[in-house]
């Protein structure tokens, strides 16, 4: 009988095979001991679709910046050149107060979003607010809106402290996820700001202390996870508190407060670890990098060892990022055909103001039929009107709600009052000399003025559609459509 006998394997192979099996043991072993995670992150963009004047502290000039699609080629060049694993998130406000907002309730930024990558997202107090201004009352359009922005989203939108009447994460968002980068597991969870229960379009919603909500939440992601993140919508100073009295955070990424945070701070959490918290400001004019270096210590737990933050302005030199400028195209373009032309106020700020004021006044007299009408100066206008071509899109983003004409009947003496309360009140046409004058103004001036008028009436007219038909009529630029609104 013949005895099979494995091949003879020479001793020097088998010393070197040996010799770099303990090689790479030992080399496996030292890089489980790191880990490095760069988290690219925005906030509060607000619908900024397009670059935009904006003024940083310190300068006198505003430069020409953000802008989503320039914006996310920067985001793509520092997700490439992260030292370890990275992910891009949003941390809340993406597209209410943008110029688009009340046309398509988020699906453009949906769009531009899923086209550039985004992993993760925080609900803001402002998507909360998909109907607003005149549609404020309409919590049912706004909670469809909402779930029809995250339904349309390709990655997850987070938010832990807020349920809908049966108890669920509302709109399709969820508490958190758990993200695996090599063996590391990390727990990304989301809150947003409380002041939204009390909005009238979260009505039959529920939000709840956002501190409290994380306290219940993180001992559970603990389990789950090396790492735990939080996403927030819910301001500098709450981020502070919420590190200082929610035990087990890693590190916090936020939004809400609009605040420029240069470098990380450093905030001690309950068991005396010090905590890194970032946040890029506003209107996507600058994104933000928080690199966290990652060590286990010795009873085998990941913790952050340091962490540097960053601020990346983005600045007219960055090239569009193709994909994001073709999601938006269909989008943007029934916005971007000039109307109107403007000029002779030049760059002079306050002469800007002045007379995008002036338009937004006499725009609507004309349209309501009113003696007068009346507004302070910039009262409620979010961006002027600049001398050159004007597009929807400027009137838009000067005017971002659905904001409607009103007229009141007052008398003398109390439009007298209202000049005194108001001394640089912009008007158009005059008051009568006896008896009652009918003055149009924007809806919510009314109560914001302390007006008591004797009798009120709602024209139903969008503000911005007679500003567009003002400026058709009176500045317009042949060829173009006499009625541009819809």
């Known amino acids: 009988m013949s005895t099979l006998r494995a091949p003879a394997f020479p001793r020097r192979l088998l010393f070197t095979a040996v010799a770099l099996w303990a090689v790479a043991l030992a080399g496996g072993s030292a890089l489980a001991q790191q880990f490095a995670l760069r988290i690219v ?51 809340g406000d993406a597209f209410t107060r943008g110029p688009l ?34 549609d404020a009352e309409d919590a049912p359009g706004a909670q469809a809106a909402l779930t029809r922005f995250v339904a349309a989203s390709r990655f997850p ?104 945070l240069p470098d990380a701070d450093q905030v001690k959490g309950p068991d005396g670890r010090m905590v890194p918290l970032a946040q890029a400001g506003e209107f996507g004019v600058c994104v933000g990098s928080l690199d966290l270096d990652c060590r286990r210590d010795e009873g085998g737990r990941w913790r952050v060892a340091s962490a540097t933050g960053r601020l990346h302005r983005v600045t007219p030199d960055l090239p569009d990022d193709p994909a994001v ?65 004007i597009t929807r899109y400027d009137v838009y983003s000067s005017q971002p709600y659905h904001n409607t004409v009103v007229t009141v009947a007052t008398a003398a003496e109390a439009l007298r009052r209202l000049r005194d309360f108001a001394p640089d009140m912009v008007t158009d046409g005059a008051a009568r000399p006896t008896g009652e004058t009918r003055i149009a103004m924007m809806d919510y001036a009314v109560s914001e003025l302390g007006v008591k008028p004797l009798r009120l009436r709602r024209t139903g007219i969008d503000v911005r559609t007679a500003v567009i038909d003002y400026l058709t009529q009176t500045a317009p630029i042949r060829g173009a459509a006499r009625r541009t609104s819809h």
């Open 41 to 91: 992150h925005t906030n509060d963009v607000h619908g900024r679709l397009l670059p935009f004047p904006y003024t940083f502290g310190g300068e006198k000039a505003p430069a020409l910046v953000g802008g989503t699609a320039r914006r996310i080629t920067l985001a793509r060049r520092l997700l490439k050149q992260a030292p370890g694993s990275s992910i891009l998130v949003d941390c």
């Open 157 to 260: 939108w987070l938010c832990a402290n807020a349920t809908d009447g049966a108890g669920k994460p509302v709109a399709g968002a969820v508490p958190y996820v758990v993200r695996r980068f090599g063996q590391v597991r990390v727990a990304f969870f989301g809150i947003t700001a409380p002041r939204s229960a009390r909005y009238p379009q979260t009505r039959g919603w529920t939000i709840t202390d956002p501190i409290e909500a994380a306290r219940k939440l993180v001992p559970q992601l603990r389990k789950q996870a090396d790492l735990v993140i939080a996403l927030t919508h819910i301001g500098d100073e709450s981020d502070k508190a919420l590190i200082a009295e929610a035990p087990g955070i890693d590190a916090v990424v936020g939004g809400d407060s609009h605040t420029f």
């Open 325 to 389: 400028a073709r999601a938006l195209q269909p989008f943007l373009a029934p916005f971007l055909k000039p109307i109107a032309r403007l000029g002779g106020c030049g760059s002079d700020g306050k002469a800007l103001e002045r007379r995008t004021t002036q338009l937004f006044v006499s725009a609507m007299r004309r349209a309501s039929g009113a003696d007068m009408a009346l507004s302070p100066l910039g009262f409620g206008i979010h961006g002027v009107l600049r001398d050159g071509p």
């Open 101 to 134: 907002a009340t046309t398509y309730m988020g699906q453009a930024e949906a769009a531009a979003m899923n086209a550039a990558g985004y992993q993760l997202g925080v609900v803001g107090n402002n998507e909360f607010k998909a109907r607003d201004a005149a």
